[in-house]
């Protein structure tokens, strides 16, 4: 809606400079850093316009669908392999479904919340984050998914 802000551009980080920030055009790698404040980025050189439509994203693929790994996967490098697991349809179907319970989980969570007790609440947070970790080992064929596919059904159950 606003395009340019006059003057204020020169020291404010407006909407146009951020996305150049989140860009994943090869202009828009490592630039616009600061937070409120453009003017730094401007003296120390990381300042860049934004002069092409930017595409937003990673550079490179994350290759899993895992949650907690995909939190702290900046850590951990190793060579580059493609990543396209085959998952049968079934496979696909049983986690639209299962992941349709883990909403209504959530939605129930968020509205009966304040008479919940703290450990109903930590045990509904528990399923929630299980099963959304079983999805990512489910779509990823790993052996090791009975670690937290059975746990989240049991404490559906419960």
């Given at each position: 809606?606003?395009?340019?802000?006059?003057?204020?551009?020169?020291?404010?980080?407006?909407?146009?400079?951020?996305?150049?920030?989140?860009?994943?055009?090869?202009?828009?790698?490592?630039?616009?850093?600061?937070?409120?404040?453009?003017?730094?980025?401007?003296?120390?050189?990381?300042?860049?316009?934004?002069?092409?439509?930017?595409?937003?994203?990673?550079?490179?693929?994350?290759?899993?669908?895992?949650?907690?790994?995909?939190?702290?996967?900046?850590?951990?490098?190793?060579?580059?392999?493609?990543?396209?697991?085959?998952?049968?349809?079934?496979?696909?179907?049983?986690?639209?479904?299962?992941?349709?319970?883990?909403?209504?989980?959530?939605i129930d969570l968020l509205a009966t919340v304040t008479i919940l007790s703290q450990e109903t609440?930590?045990?509904?947070?528990?399923?929630?984050?299980?099963?959304?970790?079983?999805?990512?080992?489910?779509?990823?064929?790993?052996?090791?998914?009975k670690l937290f596919f059975f746990p989240s059904l049991i404490l559906i159950i419960l």
């Open positions: 809606v606003i395009t340019n802000i006059g003057p204020l551009e020169w020291i404010l980080n407006t909407p146009s400079h951020h996305r150049v920030h989140h860009g994943r055009n090869p202009y828009c790698i490592d630039k616009n850093y600061g937070g409120t404040l453009i003017i730094w980025d401007r003296i120390f050189g990381t300042f860049e316009a934004e002069d092409a439509k930017v595409v937003y994203g990673l550079t490179h693929p994350v290759n899993s669908f895992e949650p907690i790994l995909l939190q702290v996967l900046s850590f951990v490098t190793g060579n580059e392999v493609p990543f396209n697991p085959s998952v049968p349809a079934y496979l696909n179907c049983y986690a639209v479904v299962h992941f349709v319970v883990i909403m209504e989980v959530y609440i930590l045990l509904r947070i528990s399923i929630i984050i299980l099963s959304l970790t079983s999805f990512g080992f489910l779509m990823e064929n790993r052996q090791d998914i």
